[in-house]
């Protein structure tokens, strides 16, 4: 029996099946809400909750469920449903599968400025992929690194991408938004020290309101979008 069709003989089981159409008709319910509104919050939590008890394996709801627990705040209940999540697709998925959640993990993660967790999964993700694998990953280990205000470790990455790929997400982000002053990579521990004043300002003032317990989630979404334009991989201090 091929390996592809052995791995993936899950998705013929009862509970597999049972719990894929309730996640389907969440997500059809949630893209065309005619007698009733989304599913959103605490009943989204609820449902997922129970797919997850129906099927225990059943990533996608693991996944969603860990993003929704990491948007409200609770990282460590979003890290174990993640966890369980990688460890799905590991048991039961091809390879590409999981590499490619990997990576969607990590993305989630610098969209919610969780730049720590999301190096535990890149960190993770080296040791899985291939040599000629490898420049994705430790481009954005450079970019979460410079996130967290950390220069040294964000240019030996950095380094290490450059070394296999010359066209690097981080080093365009700090191009586009004028972070250095010159393009060329031996110029970039000198400049990169030189933020601009104005960015330090913005910085500072998310950081208020990021950890400010009077604002909302959407009130702090609101303030990023109008300090930053929608560009959420800034660094913090």
């Not at 627990?69 to 091809?94: M, P, V, W, Y």
């Not at 960190?123 to 694998?133: D, G, H, R, V, W």
Request: hydrophobic letters at 35%.
């Amino acid at each position: 029996m091929p390996e592809r069709k052995k791995k993936r003989i899950i998705e013929d089981t009862d509970a597999w099946m049972a719990a894929d159409f309730d996640y389907i008709d969440m997500v059809s319910t949630n893209r065309m809400p005619l007698l009733r509104g989304p599913i959103v919050g605490e009943e989204k939590i609820e449902w997922l909750e129970g797919i997850v008890e129906e099927c225990p394996e059943y990533y996608p709801a693991l996944f969603d469920l860990a993003s929704e627990n990491i948007k409200n705040g609770n990282d460590e209940a979003g890290k174990r449903c993640t966890e369980r999540g990688l460890q799905s697709l590991r048991a039961h998925f091809s390879r590409n599968d999981l590499i490619d959640a990997y990576h969607k993990t990590g993305e989630f993660l610098e969209y919610y400025l969780r730049f720590e967790l999301a190096l535990e999964y890149y960190n993770q993700l080296l040791k899985i992929t291939k040599a000629k694998e490898k420049q994705s990953v430790y481009d954005s280990i450079a970019l979460c690194y410079a996130c967290l205000n950390d220069i040294d470790k964000a240019i030996e990455y950095q380094r290490r991408a450059i070394e296999s790929n010359e066209n690097c997400k981080f080093y365009k982000f700090l191009s586009k938004h004028k972070l250095v002053e010159k393009a060329e990579f031996k110029e970039l521990e000198k400049e990169m020290k030189n933020l601009k004043p104005e960015l330090m300002e913005k910085m500072l003032r998310y950081n208020e309101v990021r950890h400010n317990d009077d604002y909302t989630e959407e009130e702090k979404e609101n303030v990023r979008e109008e300090l930053f334009e929608g560009d959420h991989a800034w660094p913090i201090l």
